[in-house]
């Protein structure tokens, strides 16, 4: 590309070759283009791929071709009486709300007889966080709302809410991020992504309302001529039948 670049440069306008170069130009750049967007798509398959491995329980099919990692994370979630961590991950048409799996480390040394001892380092009944997340919940991000939280002494900062309205009912709860940076990284990312796929389920409504329209349209003048001139010629052969 930078070659090609250079060439044009020193090629005057009116050379034969200045508009092939230019061609050249811009083929080149539509390939890199598309290879960079194969290799992003590739990438994101494999991300979403590796993280159905990791969410144990999670009862839906976490890869699809419409679906992209967007980030994740540990967040707390804000209780009267006692405050929730959970891992999140968003992707850009869902949040996923899980817990990270704990396990006691232990050896196949043995102590005393029936007992067992805990890893060197460790202190025996301590818990060591794994790779694996056990599913909680999940939303979409169509029926999902944020609003940021004031920060409130001795209750929560970095805060906001979410409200989950479906058929069936609706929820709301508040979380709080690590650092102010974060939580605006978490609600640029999820404000966009909601937005997006609002406007995705605006403009089905629009499609199916348009459709149901075209369904419902009232039969042409023409075509009811036809149906009348058929039921008047029906009744006159059935009139001289039984004449």
């Known amino acids: 590309m930078l070659l090609l670049k250079e060439l044009l440069k020193n090629t005057p306008q009116g050379h034969p070759d200045h508009p092939l170069i230019e061609k050249a130009i811009s083929k080149v750049g539509e390939t890199a283009v598309n290879i960079n967007n194969v290799g992003r798509l590739a990438e994101n398959q494999s ?3 590796s993280l159905f491995r990791m969410i144990q329980g999670y009862p839906d099919e976490l890869l699809i071709p419409s679906r992209a990692y967007v980030r994740e994370g540990k967040l707390i979630i804000y209780e009267t009486w006692k405050n929730q961590s959970r891992y999140y991950f968003l992707f850009n048409d869902v949040l996923i709300e899980t817990t990270k799996k704990m396990h006691i480390p232990l050896t196949t040394r043995t102590g005393k007889k029936g007992s067992r001892l805990g890893l060197a380092g460790t202190t025996k009944g301590s818990h060591i966080s794994t790779n694996k997340y056990s599913f909680k919940r999940q939303f979409s991000l ?6 940021p939280v004031p920060d409130t002494p001795g209750a929560y900062s970095n805060a906001w809410r979410f409200t989950s309205k479906t058929a069936v009912g609706s929820s709301s709860f508040i979380v709080m991020a690590a650092s102010p940076e974060e939580k605006e990284g978490w609600l640029g990312d999820l404000e966009k992504y909601i ?31 036809e149906r009348s001139t058929i039921s008047r010629t029906l009744k006159m052969s059935k009139s001289t039948l039984l004449n």
């Open 47 to 49: 991300k979403i791929f």
């Open 142 to 147: 169509r029926e999902l709302t944020v609003m």
């Open 195 to 225: 937005k997006e796929q609002s406007s995705k389920a605006n403009t089905l409504r629009k499609s199916f309302s348009s459709q149901t329209i075209v369904d419902r349209k009232p039969q042409s003048t023409s075509t009811a001529k």
